[in-house]
C-alpha cells in the first residue's frame, strides 16, 4: 500500500474535520493508499460524548471511496471516518459479541446500498474492504455529497469541502 498526502502536507498536519483535505487525497498514480489522521479530542454529536482519539489513526479508505462489508451483504460510498468509534454505546452493544469490532480503529460513515434499500451505515474499518465491482452507488443523498463518479470513486462537493 502506498501512503499519499496532499501536496505539501506532513501526516502531522492531516486534521480530523478538514473535509477538503480527506477529499483531495489521491495518488498520482492511481493505487489505494493508507493516510495518516493527527486527532485530539472532540465532541462527537452522534454519540453525545467528548471522544478520546490516538495522536495518530491510520485510515486505509477515503472519503469518495466505494468499498463492500466483508460480513454483510452491502456497499458504499464513504461520507465521513472517524478516527475512533464514535456512536453511542447502545449502538455498539447492539452488535453480537462474537463480531464486534473493536473501538479503537477507524470507523466510517457510508451510503449504503443493498439488493433492496438504500440506508447509511457506520462500519469499522475491519469490516470494510475495497470494492471489486467498482461501480457507482445507487444512494438518493450521492448527488447531494458528491460530484460525477469517475475513476471509481467520487469526489465531494466544493460546497461541502472547507
Known sequence: MVSCLPRGKSAARVIKGDVN???????????????AMEHGNYFSAQSGREIVAPPIAVAQFSIGEVVRHKLFDFRGVIFDIDPVFANSDEWYQSIPENIRPLKDQPFYHLLA???ENSYVAYVSQQNLETDSEAG???HPSVTEMFEAFRDGRYRLRR???H
Open 113 to 115: 446500498e443493498n439488493g
Open 159 to 161: 460546497k461541502l469541502s
Open 21 to 35: 483535505d480527506k477529499a483531495s487525497l489521491v495518488c498520482r498514480h492511481g493505487r489505494p493508499y493508507m493516510r
Open 136 to 138: 457507482p452507488v445507487d
